[in-house]
């Protein structure tokens, strides 16, 4: 099945999922409102890698998180945090010279134009991650190697990086890539299109949001965004309350009209808090992945993790049980559009709604 990546002889005992990328201490307001009137914060953990890595440990996968964090009191927590939901932290360096970045949000969504973030992460000791200083040994064994397109805006190190782990070699694990158009982390912003293109299309399995795709390449439509990407063997097209796209090809196919085409309505949530949910679909995603299930499930286990996040307040949160999930995902499309997730719904003991 196009998409779902090869075991190795030494699967039973390497991660499944390296995740590579940035985490950063989160300091979350206390109250909605501007930075300038929130009175105080709490702290938290946020990275998309990081993020995508706890979920997948928490759904039951040996997930590994790959990163660079500073010799200080924030990196210690980062990386107690994250191995705390079950990820091997065996792969993250200790940088004495650069800090472990940090950043402050406001409690909005931050697709609303009153959202802020105030990012502490220039100089970071993640910013300075390179093909030198990887520990490349943690990567041959795994099946599937996830990065996003954050990385590569952090410095041009970063993506040398980007670069190098993308590029085909004998024994490549499967490259998952989140396009993550973030263009405030871009010093230049002008060339990010650019370079989040040629990561992509170096990749076998991409996520990209259509407003994403719009804003960075100026394509519309799930068709015009397979077409400017036609080289991933597996293409997912997020298109918000519509759902998602599936494009799955053969690898050695470059046509985009080749192979399947999947669509699957999004779940009716009551959303608690937005953020983190692109991070939780796409561990839904790779963990029906790793699993052999279709596409069609697949994506459906992308939506219900998901939802996981959106009903609870911060960007991470245990996913339901396996079990719960795959009956949710096994439901006929009738009673699939039915559904509609809450608080606590998660549970396998509360009753899911319908209607």
């Known amino acids: 099945m196009p998409g779902t990546p090869a075991r190795t002889a030494d699967a039973a005992t390497a991660a499944e999922v390296v995740c590579l990328g940035e985490s950063m201490v989160t300091f979350l307001p206390s109250q909605p409102g501007r930075l300038a009137d929130v009175p105080s914060f709490g702290r938290g953990i946020g990275g998309a890698e990081s993020n995508v890595a706890c979920a997948l440990a928490a759904a039951g996968h040996r997930a590994a998180w790959v990163s660079r964090v500073g010799a200080d009191g924030f990196g210690d927590h980062l990386v107690e945090a994250i191995a705390g939901y079950g990820v091997d932290t065996s792969g993250v360096r200790r940088d004495p010279s650069r800090p472990t970045g940090i950043y402050f949000r406001t409690a909005t969504d931050r697709a609303t134009d009153v959202h802020e973030v105030a990012y502490y992460r220039a100089g970071s000791a993640a910013s300075a991650m ?120 053969p690898r050695s196919s470059r046509a985009p009209e080749a192979g399947s085409v999947t669509t699957v309505p999004a779940l009716r949530v009551d959303v608690v808090a937005p953020v983190g949910a692109g991070d939780a679909f796409a561990a839904g995603f790779l963990s029906a992945t790793l699993r052999g299930l279709p596409v069609r499930d697949r994506v459906r286990h992308g939506h219900l993790m998901a939802a996981a996040v959106l009903t609870v307040p911060g960007d991470l949160t245990g996913p339901p049980a396996r079990a719960h999930a795959d009956a949710l995902a096994a439901l006929d499309d009738d009673a699939w559009g039915r559904l509609r997730l809450g608080p606590g719904w998660t549970g396998e003991d509360q009753e899911v709604r319908t209607t």
């Open 130 to 249: 390179s093909p030198r200083n990887i520990p490349y040994e943690t990567l041959p064994a795994t099946r599937v190697l996830h990065l996003s397109g954050i990385t590569a805006a952090l410095s041009a190190d970063c993506l040398a990086l980007l670069h190098d782990l993308t590029s085909p070699r004998p024994g490549r694990p499967l490259v998952s890539f989140d396009v993550n158009h973030r263009p405030g982390l871009w010093r230049d912003a002008d060339a990010s299109p650019e370079v989040l293109l040629d990561l992509a299309r170096r990749s076998d399995l991409v996520f990209v949001g259509e407003d994403e795709a719009e804003e960075a390449w100026g394509v519309t439509g799930a068709q015009a965004i397979r077409a400017a990407l036609p080289e991933p063997e597996v293409l997912v097209v997020k298109r918000g309350a519509e759902g998602a796209t599936v494009f799955s090809a």
